[in-house]
């Protein structure tokens, strides 16, 4: 076994109005956004899953950044597209996350779609598999993703705050 050092996972807590959200970073950038409401144990299962041996520090000032920046997202004045990321993920979790990430802000597409973007035009579950291991709700926007015919499907901060993001990203006053 190599011995390398861990590095922390630093994380936050962004409440905004009746947002809550887990936020964590590496060194190297943004690495998890939390669902709403999660608990602080999914997001040490999370790290001790996708970053053995790392320690979870919460460091709010050091956060500030990415809260600054999904807080802006959240009021709908700018994307997250600039965010700095550190996501770890399989070869093709990766291409269909860089996928998502080209879709404009106000926009959808499917999963069939995204898997034809990847040249994958089969692969839609599996497509489906890697948005749900997509480790940063909101930065990378896999809620702008839908199933066939525009139907709200799974989402892993629930359909609720799927549909609420889509809404908030079309404009819509009161994005309850």
């Known amino acids: 076994m190599k011995n390398e050092k861990k590095m922390p996972v630093y994380w936050t807590v ?5 947002w809550s959200l887990h936020v964590a970073a590496t060194e190297r950038g943004l690495c998890f956004v939390g669902s709403q409401g999660m608990p602080l144990d999914e997001l040490a299962a999370w790290t001790a899953r996708r970053m053995p041996g790392s320690l979870l520090v919460r460091d709010d000032e050091r956060l500030k950044p990415y809260v600054a920046a999904l807080l802006a997202y959240l009021r709908g004045e700018r994307d997250t597209q600039a965010l700095l990321l550190d996501v770890c993920g399989t070869p093709f979790q990766r291409a269909v996350w860089e996928a998502l990430c080209t879709i404009p802000f106000g926009q959808t597409r499917t999963y069939s779609q995204i898997a034809e973007k990847i040249g994958k035009p089969a692969a839609v579950r599996a497509v489906g598999a890697a948005i749900g291991a997509n480790p940063v709700l909101i ?18 901060g629930g359909l609720a705050m799927k549909e609420r993001l889509l809404r908030l990203e079309q404009g819509e006053a009161g994005t309850e």
Do not use: E
């Not at 839908?146 to 709200?152: I, W």
């Open 14 to 18: 962004l409440n905004q109005d009746d």
């Open 139 to 156: 930065a990378v926007p896999c809620h702008r993703v839908l199933g066939k015919g525009g139907a709200l499907t799974g989402y892993r």
